[in-house]
């Protein structure tokens, strides 16, 4: 158990960026210390962390250790490093996203030749602003989606998740998870089913572990007991992440994520995603286009360090499915919640709503 709450996923520590090790959790709390931007490309890599608006504050640090180390800094080089950094995990656009983001607010001092030193301190700066504002976002998007949800249930809920996507997918408080838990907060929360999501049991080991420290009650399922639970009339909502939306609403999440859509649209649940509009790739018309990662089978044929199946045993192991716009009730962000006609203009419109004119729950 960590002594304090909140606890961060990932933070700076002088010139150190630490994270916890998510493949231990949840029966061993335990650092990483990563001293260079390669050090971050592995532990993402790895999924020590994981978590698609994690992943992108992760990608700010390493680009801050990559000026420092470069050599000589040129904008070709910066170039260089955010197209090899950005294949660290194809599917979650907000790795591409920061490192963009990175490269335009360095883009004079890079070209007025400062040092790497200063070039660092610059770029670090901004790195710890990017973790601030990603828990602000998430806090706000949390107090939008507790708003929407209180125009459809007038009752504690019964909420089924899938993945991870709290504290531990973010810099903080997390998305679809922060929705919960500010639904907890306003005591609306009667349970939550947690989707043990094989093969890496994000669901099992890093949701409950969030959840039991906030004393948050839950339930542990098998992926396959969710559209049962369903046909039982014991689950109210589904809500889940994003790891990439294409302009039209379409989105990839991880591997299962359709079936539940399609499970709860049967069922007349609703269904729906929380995620900063970081998340949305307005260069991508549909869900078609989004890249998604396959990982080695030898990571779903094996459980704990043990083989689960014959030794020759060929296996799948798609790591993200992408829901379809028409499957979704609705989409909370940081700028307000989308629901009924979800379509591209709309989701642009979205996008691009500055913050000071984000209107909540209104559908507009
Ligand atoms: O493979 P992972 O663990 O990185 O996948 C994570 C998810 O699919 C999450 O639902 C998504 O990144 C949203 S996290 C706020």
Redesign the pocket.
Known sequence: MLSSLPFYPAWWSDNCYKVLDQLALPSVVREIECHSADDIFLVIQK?EI??????GVAASAAFAFALRDMGTVTPDRVAEFVLSFSKA?P??VNLYAVLNYMENAMSGDIAAGQSPSLLFAKAQDISVKLHRADRERNRKMGEYGADYFSTLFDKKISILT?????SL??AGY????GVIRSLFERDMIEMVWVDE?RP?L?GARLTAWELEQEGIPYTIITDSTAAWLMKLGRVDAVI????RMAKNGDF???IG?YGLAVAAQWHKIPFMT??PVE?IDISIDSGESIPI?QRDSSELLSCGGSLIAPSQAEGLHI??DVVPANLLSAIITEKGVLYEQINAERVVDLYHRSPSTADGVHNK
Do not use: W
């Open positions: 999924m994981r978590g698609a608006p994690l992943i995990r599917t979650a899938h993945c991870n996507t709290g997918a973010t997390g998305t679809a998870l999501t890496y994000q889940v992440g994003a790891d990839a999440n991880k994520s929380a995620l998340t990662e790591g993200f």
